[in-house]
C-alpha cells in the first residue's frame, strides 16, 4: 500500500483563512468520549462529515465522497471555524471520530480510498481517485496534529495482528496515511513519535515505519533520524535492510553518510545472507571519488562470499536429507537461496561499477593491491569477470590487465578458479561470454604463465554450464587450433583431448566442430596432428561410439590422404590410420566377470584390414613405411592394446625383420659393393659360423642401385628393406617384444651383440681419394650404423645384468668412435643430406648443413663426441657458452698439436665437422638411456691398473660417452623444461622445427621429465664431484698449475666439458617454471634434498629455506676447481638459481657476489698455457660482470672499484698485460667491461628514489650522496673515451650517456629543487662534475658529426635533446631558489675527442674566444651546400653556471630564507 504521492489537479483556489494553529494537546481535561451535539443524536463527526459531502457506510462497504476533496476539506475548516464553540468545537469533532473508528470495521473503512457517489447528479465533477477519508483529513492542518495523535494511539491496538481480513495490515495503513502530506504542522514531534513507536513496535511495524520514514518527514529531520537509525542498525540485524532503504532516500551530510557507512561496514561479516545485497548496494552508492578506494577496499575485506555457500560435501548431504524425509520441505534449498543473494549482490556491485567510474577504477587498485596467493578472494575473479562485462571500455582493458598480471605473478591460481566454478556456477553463467573473452586472450598470449590459466577457464566453463556454452567452448578451441600458432594449437588440443577422455558423451555432439579441423591441417605438426587424430577417433571409434556419425568422414579421410604421392599427406594418413588403429583396437575394460572383454571378429578385421591398407601404401617409400613402423611403434609404446591386435602385428614384425635385415653368417659374404665387405663389431664370446648379423652394406648398395637405375618396378622385398626402415622397424620389434613379455628381451638379445656387415673403418683415411658417390656412400653408411646402435642403446639399457651392461656401454663407445669417423669424413662431401632418421618433420629443406669448420678448428677429442646446438639461453638469460665450442677449440689446437707426435700433425690438420647441424639425422635416444649415467666413472688410474681382460669387472663410463649423454640430456631439458615461447614460430618465416628429434619427448610432460631428472641427481652429483676431484689431483700433482707437464690435454678438455655439461643440466634443472606451482613443492624439496644430502644426512625433515641453505654451500664447494671461464659462469648461475627458490634470495646475495668476484680476479689459462681469449671468453665475461655487478651490495662502489683500481692499473700495464687486480680486464676485455659497467651504473641511477618535498634533511642528505657517486662514477667512464676512443666504445658511452642523463633530469633534478638550500655545496659541486661529463658527451657529438658515422650519429639527436632540457632544468631549479643571478648562458663550442675546436661553422679569422664565453656572431657563413651540416652542428647553448660567484648567492639566499 506503500502509494506515492497522486493530488488532485484542483488548486486551493479559494485562501483558508490563516487560524493560527496551536497545537492541541490531549490533556485530561478532555470531553468524554461520548459527547454528541445536544440537538440529535448525532456526534459533531458526523454531522460535518455528512454535510461537507462524504456519506459515512455503517455496513462494511466504502465511504462514498459526492464532492472534491479539496472542497470537502474547505467546508470542514469553515464549519468548525463558524462554529459559537470554535475552537472547543475541534476537540468535539476528535472525539466523535474517535468513538466511530474504536469499531474495526469503520476503522478500516476510513482508512481505505473513498469511493466517488454514483447516485444522481453530474459524475465528473468528483474525480475518480479519491483519498482515504482519514487521509483527506489530515491535510486541514487546523485537525492534522490532533488525527495523528489519534491514528498513533490506535496503532498499537493492532499491532500484533499480522494482517487483518482480507490480508490488509492494519498498522501498514495507518502510517501510509501520513506520507505525502503536503505540509507537516509539526514534522519534529511526528518524527520523535514515530521513532517511539519504533522501539516498542514488532519487527514488522518497525519495518514498515522505518521504510516509509522518507516518505513522512521533511528534509529538515533527516541528519537526526539518520543518527537514530544508525545506532538501531547496531542493536538489531534484523532492521538491517528498512534501516538502509531509509538511509539511502535521506539527504544526508557527508560526515554523517561517512559515519553510517562505517557502522554498516563494521557490521557485514553479521549480515543475513538475504540482506546482503541491500548492504552492498547502500554502501556503493554512498560513495564519493575521493573515499572510493579506501571503501572498496574495505568492502573487499570484509566480504566474504565463501561463507554464503555450502561446501560441496554438506550440499550434497542435505539434499540426501531432503530426499530421506517422506515430505518434502516446500522451501527452496538453502544452496539456491545462497547463489540468488551472491547474484543480487554482485548485481549490485555491477550496476555501482557501470555507473561510477572512479568504483570500478578503485575495485582494480584493491584487487591489484593484493601481494599474496592466499590473500585472494572468489570475490576478486568475480569482479574482474563484472568489470569485463561492462561495456566501458577502461575497466574491460583493465580488468584483464591485473588478472593477466595477477595470473602471471601466481597470485590468482588455478584452485581459486575452481573454488569459484565450482560453488558459484550459477552466478558465473551470467558473465560466461566474459569468461570466454578472457580465456581467448590468454590463450594467445605470448607468456607461457598464463596459457595453462586460459585452459583452466576453458575447461571449467565446458564441465559447469550447460550445452549453449559447451558448444562456444569447443567452437572457440576449435578456431585455437586452427589458428596455426605452435604455443596456442597445443594447449587448444590437450584441452580437446581433455575434455573427451573426461567428459565423452558430453562431447560427442560437437565431434562435427572437431572434425572441421581436418581442412586445416597443413599448419599443424606431426605432433599436433597425432593429439587431433587420437581425438577424433577417440569420439568416433572410442568405447561408446558416442560420436560413430563421423565413423565414414574419418574413413574417407584416411583413404584420401594415404593414397596421396605429396609425401607430406601420405604422413599424415598415417599418423591419422595408426591413431584409429588404436582407437579401435584399444582393449577393453571387462564390464563384468561373465562377460568377454575383448574384440568383436567384426572390429578385429576392421583394424587388420586398416593396418594391411597402410602398410600396403606405404611400401612404395622407403620414408613412408620407416614412419609407419614408428608410428605403430609409439602407439604399442603408449597404449594398451587388445591382446588379439596385439599378437597379430607382433608376430607379423618379427617374422619381417628376420627376412629384411638379419642374415646367417657365412665364411664368406658374396655380392659385389662399393667398399669391401666385412664383419664389424662383434659382442658375441663364441665366434662360431652359426652367428647373426644384420645386413647393412649390402641393403646400402642395393638402394644406391635401385636410386642409380630409377627401377619403375620392383619386387616389393627390394622396396622394403631399405636401411631407412632399419632402425624403426628394430623399435617397433623391441616395443613388441616388451609389450609381450613385460619388459624381457630374451627372444630377441642377440641383436644386441650381433655383430653388422660394413667395411673396414681405415677407408675413413683416405676418404680423399674416393670419388664424390663413395664418400657419400661411406657417410651414408656411418649415419645407418650409428642410428643402429643408438636404436639398440635404446632397446637395452634397462636391461639389469652386467653382461647387457657391458654390452650397452661397448655401443655407446662404438657411437661416439664412428662420430669422430664422420666428422672426419663429413668435410669431403660438401652438399651431402644424409639419410633421414626422424620421419614424422619436414624433409631436410629447412635444415642448413654447415658441415665443414676451417681446417685449423682441432679434432674434437679421443673418441669424439657429437656436437649439439649450442643452449638456449640459461634461465638468466645469459648466452650461455657451450662446452667444446670453437673459440675454446681454437686455443687448444695448439695444444693438441704440441701433444701429438709428428706423423699425426698432417691427419690432424684435416678438416672437421661439426656434427650440430646433423642432430636431425641421428635417432632420437629414450629417457631411459640417462640412466646408464648411475655408472661410474673411468678414469686414467682404473684403465692402468684393473685393465687386466678384455671384459671389465665393473661397469664404468668412459669420458666421451658421460659428455656424449650429459650434452643429449641437456638438449632434452632445454627443450621440455624451457618455457615455451622459445618454440614458437616467428611470424612469416619458414618454421624450422625444433622439435624434430623430440617426437618420444613431447609425448611425456615436463613433469615427468623433471621427476626422471630428478631420480638421476645422486648420479649427476657423483660425476660433478669425480670432476672436481680430478682437477683437484690434477692442481696437486701440477702444484696449483693448470697448464703444467702431467696435464693431458685431451682428457682435461673431456673433463671440463663435462663438468660444464652437468652444471648447466643442474641449472636447467632447477630453472624449470613448473617448481612454483603449487603442487609441485615436493618436487623441489625432493631435488634440493639430493644435493643438502651431499653435505648432510637427514635432509627428509628440513624446511625448503634450510634445504636451499645446504644446497647453496655444497654447490659452493666446487668453486675451487673451475677449469674455465664459462664453467665457472655456468656454477655461478646455478648457485643464482638455486638461491632463489627459498623465500630469501637476498641472504645469497653476498656470497654469489663474491663468488663472481673471485672469478673475475682469476686468470684464465687454456691446458696449453695460453690465456683464455675470444668471443665466446667475451660474452661469459660479460655475463659474469653483470651477475656481479647485480649481486654487490653496493652498486656505485663497484663501478667506482673497477673504474679506479682496475682500469687504472690497464692504463699503467703495458699492452698484452691486464690489470693486477682484476685479471679478467685487458685490453681486448675492455669494452666487455666498459659496456656492463655503463648498464649497471644507468640501472643504478634509475633505482635512487625521486627527491620529495616531504624529505627531511637526514633523507636528502643521503640521496644527494648517492647522486655524488653516481655523478662521479659517470664522469670517471665518460673521461675513459679519451684513451680507448674505438667506435664501439663510443656508441656504448652515447646510448647510456643519454639515458643517465634522462635519469638525472627525471629523479636526480626535483631533488636538488628541495634540497638546494640546505646543501648548497654539495649541489654545486655535484652539477660541477656533472658539466664536465655533459661538456665530454658535446664534444663526442661533434666527434661523431666529422665522421660521419651512422652508427654514432643514430644517438646524437636524442643526446643533444637531452642536453639542452639539462641546462633549462638547471636554470629552472634556480629560478625556484631565487637565484637566477647565478646563472647565464655561452655558446659551447663543437670541439672533437681531444678538445681542439672544430672550425666548420665560423671562418678561420674570427678570434678564438674563450671555451666558456659568448661566441662571436658567425662571419663567414659556409656555402649552400654545407648549410643542412651546419644546422646540424649548431653550437648547443651549454648552461655555464657560474656557480663560484657565492657571495651574491648567499646573499640571495639569505635574503629568501628571511
Same mark, same amino acid.
Given at each position: 500500500m506503500m502509494r506515492k504521492k497522486r493530488r488532485s489537479a484542483v488548486e486551493k483556489v479559494e485562501g483558508t483563512s490563516t487560524v493560527t494553529k496551536a497545537k492541541k494537546s490531549r490533556s485530561s481535561d478532555r470531553q468524554p468520549k461520548g459527547a454528541v451535539s445536544k440537538e440529535t443524536n448525532e456526534s459533531v463527526f458526523d454531522v460535518f462529515v455528512r454535510e461537507a459531502g462524504v456519506s459515512l457506510k455503517r455496513d462494511g462497504t466504502s465511504n462514498e465522497i459526492a464532492v472534491d476533496q479539496v472542497v470537502f476539506q474547505r467546508r470542514i475548516q469553515q464549519q468548525l471555524q463558524k462554529s459559537p464553540r470554535y475552537p472547543g468545537i475541534m476537540q468535539e469533532f476528535i472525539t466523535g471520530l474517535e468513538v466511530y473508528i474504536e469499531d474495526p470495521d469503520r476503522f478500516r473503512n476510513c482508512l481505505l480510498p473513498c469511493v466517488p457517489q454514483s447516485a444522481e447528479g453530474d459524475p465528473s465533477s468528483v474525480s475518480s481517485f479519491q483519498e482515504s477519508l482519514l487521509r483527506v483529513l489530515l491535510g486541514s492542518e487546523m485537525l492534522q496534529t490532533l488525527i495523528i495523535n489519534t491514528l498513533l494511539e490506535k496503532l498499537p491496538e493492532y499491532m500484533l495482528d499480522s494482517t487483518g481480513d482480507g490480508g490488509l495490515s492494519i498498522p501498514r495503513m495507518i502510517i501510509n496515511q501520513f506520507k505525502w502530506l503536503d505540509r507537516v504542522v509539526d514534522s519534529k514531534e511526528l518524527a520523535v513519535k514515530l521513532m517511539e513507536l519504533v522501539s516498542v513496535a514488532p519487527v514488522e511495524v518497525q519495518r514498515d515505519i522505518i521504510t516509509s520514514l522518507p516518505e513522512i518527514l521533511e528534509d529538515s529531520q533527516h541528519n537526526d533520524i539518520a543518527k537514530e537509525l544508525n545506532s538501531l542498525l547496531q542493536e538489531n540485524t534484523q532492521l538491517t535492510v528498512p534501516i538502509l532503504d531509509a538511509l539511502s532516500s535521506f539527504s544526508l551530510s557527508s560526515s554523517l553518510l561517512t559515519e553510517v557507512r562505517g557502522a554498516v561496514m563494521a557490521t557485514l561479516a553479521a549480515v543475513q545472507l538475504e540482506d546482503l545485497p541491500v548492504v552492498v548496494k547502500f554502501i556503493l552508492h554512498s560513495v564519493s571519488a575521493s573515499d572510493a578506494c579506501e571503501v572498496v577496499s574495505n568492502l573487499r575485506k570484509k566480504l566474504d562470499l565463501e561463507q554464503c555457500v555450502l561446501p560441496p560435501a554438506l550440499q550434497a548431504s542435505q539434499s540426501r536429507m531432503r530426499s530421506k524425509g517422506a515430505a518434502v520441505s516446500a522451501s527452496t534449498p538453502a544452496a539456491a537461496i545462497s547463489q540468488d543473494s551472491v547474484t543480487l549482490t554482485l548485481d549490485c556491485i555491477k550496476s555501482a561499477v557501470r555507473f561510477q567510474k572512479t568504483i570500478s577504477e578503485a575495485w582494480l587498485k584493491a584487487i591489484e593491491s593484493v601481494d599474496e596467493a592466499e590473500d585472494h578472494k572468489v570475490i576478486d575473479l568475480l569482479v574482474l569477470f563484472i568489470l569485463h562485462a561492462t561495456n566501458a571500455n577502461h575497466s574491460r582493458r583493465g580488468a584483464e590487465r591485473v588478472l593477466k598480471l595477477k595470473v602471471r605473478n601466481g597470485f590468482i591460481q588455478e584452485a581459486l578458479l575452481q573454488k569459484t566454478f565450482r560453488d558459484y556456477a550459477q552466478v558465473m553463467r551470467g558473465y560466461f561470454s566474459s569468461i570466454l573473452a578472457v580465456a581467448q586472450s590468454l590463450l594467445r598470449s605470448p607468456d607461457p604463465c598464463m596459457v595453462p590459466f586460459g585452459g583452466h577457464m576453458y575447461r571449467h566453463s565446458f564441465t559447469a554450464f550447460d550445452s549453449y556454452c559447451h558448444q562456444e567452448v569447443v567452437g572457440s578451441l576449435v578456431t585455437h587450433v586452427c589458428s596455426g600458432v605452435g604455443g596456442e594449437v597445443d594447449v587448444a588440443l590437450e584441452l580437446l583431448c581433455g575434455l573427451v577422455s573426461e567428459k565423452p558423451s558430453e562431447m560427442a555432439p560437437y565431434a562435427v566442430f572437431v572434425k572441421g579441423i581436418l581442412d586445416y591441417m597443413d599448419n599443424l605438426t606431426p605432433q599436433q596432428i597425432r593429439r587431433l587424430f587420437h581425438l577424433l577417433s577417440r569420439l568416433a571409434f572410442g568405447q561408446q561410439q558416442q560420436g560413430s556419425h563421423i565413423q565414414d568422414d574419418m574413413h574417407i579421410v584416411i583413404r584420401k590422404q594415404l593414397s596421396s604421392t605429396v609425401p607430406k599427406y601420405k604422413r599424415i594418413g598415417i599418423i591419422g590410420a595408426v591413431m584409429i588403429v588404436g582407437s579401435m583396437g584399444a582393449c577393453r575394460p571387462k564390464v563384468k566377470e561373465s562377460q568377454n572383454a575383448s574384440l568383436s571378429q567384426e572390429t578385429v578385421r576392421q583394424v587388420t584390414a586398416l593396418l594391411e591398407l597402410v602398410k600396403s601404401s606405404s611400401e612404395s617409400s622407403p620414408e613412408a613405411a620407416a614412419l609407419y613402423y614408428d608410428e605403430l611403434a609409439n602407439l604399442i609404446w603408449s597404449s594398451t592394446l587388445d591382446p588379439q591386435v596385439q599378437e597379430m602385428i607382433g608376430r607379423s614384425v618379427l617374422d619381417d625383420f628376420q627376412d629384411d635385415f638379419v642374415v646367417d653368417l657365412g665364411p664368406d659374404i658374396t655380392g659385389s659393393f662399393p667398399f669391401p665387405a666385412r664383419v664389424m663389431y662383434n659382442l658375441e664370446e663364441e665366434e662360431s659360423q652359426g652367428g647373426i648379423a644384420i645386413n647393412l652394406l649390402p641393403l646400402t648398395s642395393k638402394e644406391l642401385q635401385n636410386k642409380g637405375e630409377q627401377l619403375t618396378q620392383s619386387k616389393k622385398s627390394h622396396k622394403r628393406a631399405s636401411p631407412l626402415c632399419l632402425s624403426p622397424f628394430f623399435r617397433l620389434l623391441r616395443l613388441c617384444e616388451e609389450k609381450q613379455h613385460q619388459g624381457d628381451l630374451e627372444e630377441i638379445d642377440a641383436l644386441l651383440g650381433c655383430p653388422l656387415i660394413l667395411t673396414d673403418m681405415d677407408?675413413?683415411?683416405?676418404?680423399?681419394?674416393?670419388?664424390?658417390?663413395?664418400?657419400?656412400?661411406?657417410?651414408?653408411?656411418?649415419?645407418?650404423?650409428?642410428?643402429?646402435?643408438?636404436?639398440?642403446?635404446?632397446?637395452?639399457?634397462?636391461?639389469?645384468?652386467? *653382461?647387457?651392461? !657391458?654390452? &650397452?656401454?661397448?655401443? %655407446? @663407445?662404438?657411437?661416439?668412435?664412428?662420430?669422430? $669417423? =664422420?666428422?672426419?669424413? #663429413?668435410?669431403?662431401?660438401?652438399?651431402?643430406?644424409?639419410?633421414?632418421?626422424?620421419?614424422?618433420?619436414?624433409?631436410?629443406?629447412?635444415?642448413?648443413?654447415?658441415?665443414?669448420?676451417?681446417?685449423?678448428?682441432?679434432?674434437?677429442?679421443?673418441?669424439?663426441?657429437?656436437?649439439?646446438?649450442?643452449?638456449?639461453?640459461?634461465?638468466?638469460?645469459?648466452?650461455?657458452?657451450?662446452?667444446?665450442?670453437?673459440?675454446?677449440?681454437?686455443?687448444?689446437?695448439?695444444?693438441?698439436?704440441?701433444?701429438?707426435?709428428?706423423?699425426?700433425?698432417?691427419?690432424?690438420?684435416?678438416?672437421?665437422?661439426?656434427?650440430?647441424?646433423?642432430?636431425?639425422?641421428?635417432? *632420437?635416444?629414450? !629417457?631411459? &638411456?640417462?640412466?646408464? %649415467? @648411475?655408472?661410474?666413472?673411468?678414469?686414467?688410474? $682404473? =684403465?692402468?691398473?684393473? #685393465?687386466?681382460?678384455?671384459?671389465?669387472?665393473?661397469?664404468?663410463?668412459?669420458?666421451?660417452?658421460?659428455?656424449?649423454?650429459?650434452?643429449?640430456?641437456?638438449?632434452?631439458?632445454?627443450?621440455?623444461?624451457?618455457?615455451?615461447?622459445?618454440?614458437?614460430?616467428?611470424?612469416?618465416?619458414?618454421?624450422?622445427?625444433?622439435?624434430?628429434?623430440?617426437?618420444?619427448?613431447?609425448?611425456?610432460?615436463?613433469?615427468?621429465?623433471?621427476?626422471?631428472?630428478?631420480?638421476?641427481?645422486?648420479?649427476?652429483?657423483?660425476?660433478?664431484?669425480?670432476?672436481?676431484?680430478?682437477?683437484?689431483?690434477?692442481?696437486?700433482?701440477?702444484?696449483?698449475?693448470?697448464?703444467?707437464?702431467?696435464?693431458?690435454?685431451?682428457?682435461?678438455? %673431456?673433463?671440463?666439458?663435462?663438468?660444464?655439461?652437468? $652444471?648447466?643440466?643442474?641449472?636447467?634443472?632447477?630453472?624449470?617454471?613448473?617448481?612454483?606451482?603449487?603442487?609441485?613443492?615436493?618436487?623441489?624439496?625432493?631435488?634440493?634434498?639430493?644435493?643438502?644430502?651431499?653435505?648432510?644426512?637427514?635432509?627428509?625433515?628440513?624446511?625448503?629455506?634450510?634445504?636451499?641453505?645446504?644446497?647453496?654451500?655444497?654447490?659452493?664447494?666446487?668453486?675451487?676447481?673451475?677449469?674455465?671461464?664459462?664453467?665457472?659462469?655456468?656454477?655461478?648461475?646455478?648457485?643464482?638459481?638455486?638461491?632463489?627458490?627459498?623465500?630469501?634470495?637476498?641472504?645469497?646475495?653476498?656470497?654469489?657476489?663474491?663468488?663472481?668476484?673471485?672469478?673475475?680476479?682469476?686468470?684464465?689459462?687454456?691446458?696449453?698455457?695460453?690465456?683464455?681469449?675470444?668471443?665466446?671468453?667475451?660474452?661469459?665475461?660479460?655475463? $659474469?660482470?653483470?651477475?656481479?655487478?647485480?649481486?654487490?651490495?653496493?652498486?656505485?662502489?663497484?663501478?667506482?672499484?673497477?673504474?679506479?683500481?682496475?682500469?687504472?692499473?690497464?692504463?699503467?700495464?703495458?699492452?698484452?698485460?691486464?690489470?693486477?687486480s682484476w685479471p679478467t680486464l685487458s685490453r681486448q676485455t675492455f669494452l666487455v667491461f666498459y659496456k656492463v659497467l655503463m648498464a649497471e651504473l644507468e640501472k643504478a641511477a634509475r633505482k635512487i628514489p625521486a627527491g620529495k618535498m616531504s624529505d627531511n634533511t637526514e633523507a636528502q642528505s643521503e640521496k644527494l650522496l648517492t647522486w655524488n657517486l653516481a655523478v662521479r662514477d659517470f664522469h670517471l667512464m665518460v673521461n675513459l673515451v679519451k684513451v680507448f676512443d674505438s667506435r664501439p666504445v663510443l656508441i656504448v658511452c652515447l646510448k647510456y650517456g643519454r639515458l643517465f642523463l634522462e635519469s638525472f633530469l627525471k629523479l636526480g633534478m626535483p631533488l636538488l629543487d628541495y634540497s638546494f638550500k640546505r646543501h648548497k655545496e654539495d649541489v654545486q659541486s655535484l652539477l660541477k662534475t656533472f658539466q664536465l661529463s655533459t661538456r665530454q658527451l658535446h664534444h663526442m657529438c661533434g666527434h661523431s658529426k666529422i665522421h660521419q658515422d651512422t652508427s654514432l650519429t643514430n644517438h646524437v639527436p636524442a643526446l643533444k635533446k637531452s642536453l639542452e632540457l639539462f641546462v633549462y632544468r638547471v636554470k629552472a631549479m634556480l629560478a625556484l631558489n631565487n637565484c637566477q643571478e647565478a646563472f647565464w648562458i655561452g655558446n659551447l663550442k663543437n670541439r672533437n675527442l681531444k678538445g681542439e675546436e672544430i672550425l666548420s661553422q665560423r671562418s678561420q679569422g674570427s678570434d678564438d674566444d674563450d671555451d666558456d664565453g659568448e661566441e662571436e656572431g658567425n662571419q663567414g657563413l659556409p656555402p649552400p651546400q654545407e648549410q643542412s651540416d651546419d644546422e646540424a652542428q649548431e653550437s648547443e647553448s651549454e648552461g655555464i653556471k657560474k656557480i663560484n660567484r657565492v657571495e651574491d648567492m648567499d646573499q640571495d639566499v639569505t635574503d629568501d630564507s628571511d
Open positions: 677407408v675413413v683415411e683416405k676418404v680423399e681419394s674416393l670419388s664424390k658417390a663413395e664418400r657419400e656412400f661411406l657417410c651414408s653408411l656411418l649415419f645407418h650404423t650409428i642410428n643402429w646402435f643408438r636404436e639398440v642403446v635404446n632397446a637395452f639399457c634397462k636391461q639389469k645384468e652386467t *653382461e647387457m651392461k !657391458m654390452k &650397452v656401454m661397448t655401443r %655407446l @663407445q662404438n657411437i661416439t668412435y664412428l662420430q669422430t $669417423l =664422420l666428422e672426419r669424413a #663429413l668435410p669431403g662431401t660438401p652438399g651431402y643430406v644424409p639419410p633421414l632418421a626422424n620421419f614424422d618433420g619436414e624433409s631436410t629443406e629447412g635444415i642448413a648443413l654447415t658441415s665443414t669448420v676451417p681446417a685449423h678448428k682441432a679434432k674434437k677429442d679421443g673418441k669424439g663426441k657429437k656436437r649439439k646446438a649450442p643452449g638456449k639461453n640459461s634461465s638468466e638469460g645469459s648466452s650461455q657458452p657451450e662446452e667444446g665450442t670453437e673459440a675454446e677449440e681454437t686455443q687448444q689446437m695448439s695444444a693438441v698439436l704440441k701433444e701429438q707426435p709428428e706423423k699425426e700433425k698432417e691427419k690432424e690438420f684435416r678438416a672437421v665437422a661439426s656434427l650440430t647441424a646433423y642432430r636431425p639425422f641421428f635417432r *632420437e635416444l629414450d !629417457m631411459e &638411456v640417462l640412466s646408464v %649415467l @648411475q655408472c661410474g666413472l673411468l678414469s686414467r688410474s $682404473l =684403465l692402468d691398473t684393473e #685393465l687386466h681382460t678384455k671384459v671389465h669387472e665393473e661397469v664404468l663410463l668412459g669420458g666421451a660417452e658421460l659428455v656424449f649423454l650429459l650434452e643429449d640430456m641437456l638438449h632434452k631439458l632445454e627443450f621440455s623444461l624451457t618455457a615455451a615461447p622459445a618454440k614458437r614460430a616467428p611470424f612469416l618465416k619458414a618454421r624450422a622445427d625444433k622439435s624434430v628429434g623430440f617426437s618420444h619427448l613431447q609425448q611425456r610432460s615436463s613433469k615427468d621429465i623433471a621427476s626422471c631428472c630428478i631420480q638421476l641427481l645422486p648420479a649427476l652429483c657423483t660425476h660433478l664431484e669425480n670432476c672436481h676431484n680430478h682437477f683437484q689431483t690434477m692442481l696437486s700433482k701440477n702444484n696449483g698449475v693448470v697448464d703444467g707437464p702431467a696435464t693431458d690435454v685431451q682428457e682435461h678438455q %673431456l673433463m671440463s666439458s663435462g663438468y660444464q655439461l652437468l $652444471l648447466q643440466v643442474l641449472n636447467t634443472t632447477f630453472s624449470w617454471s613448473g617448481f612454483s606451482q603449487p603442487g609441485q613443492r615436493s618436487l623441489l624439496k625432493k631435488a634440493l634434498g639430493v644435493l643438502a644430502g651431499r653435505l648432510k644426512e637427514g635432509g627428509a625433515e628440513l624446511t625448503l629455506e634450510q634445504l636451499v641453505k645446504h644446497s647453496f654451500e655444497y654447490l659452493l664447494n666446487f668453486r675451487s676447481t673451475m677449469p674455465n671461464l664459462s664453467t665457472a659462469l655456468c656454477l655461478s648461475q646455478l648457485l643464482s638459481t638455486v638461491s632463489e627458490k627459498g623465500g630469501n634470495s637476498a641472504a645469497y646475495r653476498e656470497q654469489t657476489a663474491s663468488l663472481a668476484r673471485r672469478f673475475l680476479g682469476q686468470v684464465w689459462v687454456t691446458a696449453s698455457g695460453e690465456r683464455e681469449r675470444g668471443s665466446k671468453f667475451n660474452e661469459t665475461l660479460h655475463t $659474469l660482470l653483470s651477475i656481479y655487478l647485480e649481486h654487490a651490495d653496493d652498486v656505485l662502489k663497484a663501478v667506482e672499484e673497477i673504474t679506479g683500481e682496475g682500469i687504472t692499473e690497464l692504463l699503467d700495464a703495458s699492452k698484452d698485460e691486464s690489470s693486477a
